[in-house]
């Protein structure tokens, strides 16, 4: 018996939902950035298990896997970036006192 | 039962991809709910590595690589001069209600028995087993041939995102 793609997706479903449930409790926006970090990973992982295992297998979801990476790590970039600039700022990094723009 | 988890644990690759997928889990759990949040970093880059050591059971030896230098190395160490520049002692004290909390939980849950009920139910024909051949040489022809745009492309974006980035977090002039 060859080995299926199910538990790869699954592992990919249960990395997505933790990045989420993360990314909507954390306070401190880094942990927030990490959180998207780790939902991007799970998307890497189903892309490069469909290259491998699945119905047409190629080499281009691994190339897709690729840019995904070199996308996230400009994200990381400048979301550090704006981080450091607004801590500068403010004096803080936590996602519920960023409301400049309430009022 | 029994016999499905014998069958299932007498394959080496088998064995490699559960133990990876646990401390991948494990990682992704412990970063959610360590306090410090240096720890919840280093427990990410556990995610990462053994998401690296699942790509090489892929025969993705490249991208493994790539994972390896780009997650566990740049983004983690960037993550933590992060922290480090701005308030490291702070521990991360959940502010958000308990019922923010809860409500992020259960809608958290629905979507994963969403994805877990369609991946269940989904027929992928078994692929036809390619045979493996030099994994980057492939990778190295894709780009260079077919995709050479897209190629440019991203090398523009991570261009202007890092030098947007610096001229973000430059210190201001008075």
Do not use: W
């Amino acid at each position: 018996m060859s080995e299926t793609i199910m538990p790869y997706l699954t592992l990919g479903a249960i990395l997505f939902c933790i990045g989420l449930y993360g990314a909507l409790t954390k306070r401190n926006a880094v942990l927030v950035l990490l959180s998207i970090e780790l939902m991007l990973n799970a998307v890497n992982l189903n892309l490069v298990a469909f290259s491998k295992l699945g119905v047409l297998p190629s080499v281009k979801g691994q190339l897709f896997s690729l840019f995904n990476i070199a996308v996230a790590a400009a994200e990381v970039a400048v979301g550090i970036a704006i981080l450091i600039a607004l801590f500068r700022h403010k004096g803080t990094v936590n996602a519920d006192e960023m409301n400049m723009l309430k009022k | 039962m029994l016999d499905n988890l014998a069958a299932f644990f007498s394959n080496g690759a088998n064995i490699v991809f559960f133990v990876f997928a646990l401390f991948a889990i494990g990682g992704a759990i412990f970063m959610i709910s360590f306090t410090k949040v240096v720890h919840m970093v280093v427990s990410a880059a556990v995610t990462f590595l053994s998401l690296a050591g699942l790509y090489v059971l892929l025969n993705a030896e490249f991208l493994a690589a790539a994972q390896v230098l780009i997650y566990a190395g740049a983004i983690t160490i960037l993550m933590i001069f992060g922290i480090m520049m701005t308030r490291h002692q702070d521990e991360d004290k959940p502010s958000v209600g308990r019922s923010h909390q809860v409500l992020a939980l259960i809608g958290v849950l629905c979507l994963f028995g969403i994805l877990f009920y369609a991946v269940q139910h989904a027929m992928f024909p078994p692929a036809e087993a390619t045979a493996a051949e030099d994994n980057t040489l492939e990778i190295g022809k894709r780009i260079f041939h077919d995709h050479v745009i897209p190629f440019e492309l991203i090398s523009l974006l991570l261009t202007v995102a890092f030098v947007g980035a610096v001229a973000i977090a430059k210190r201001e002039e008075e």
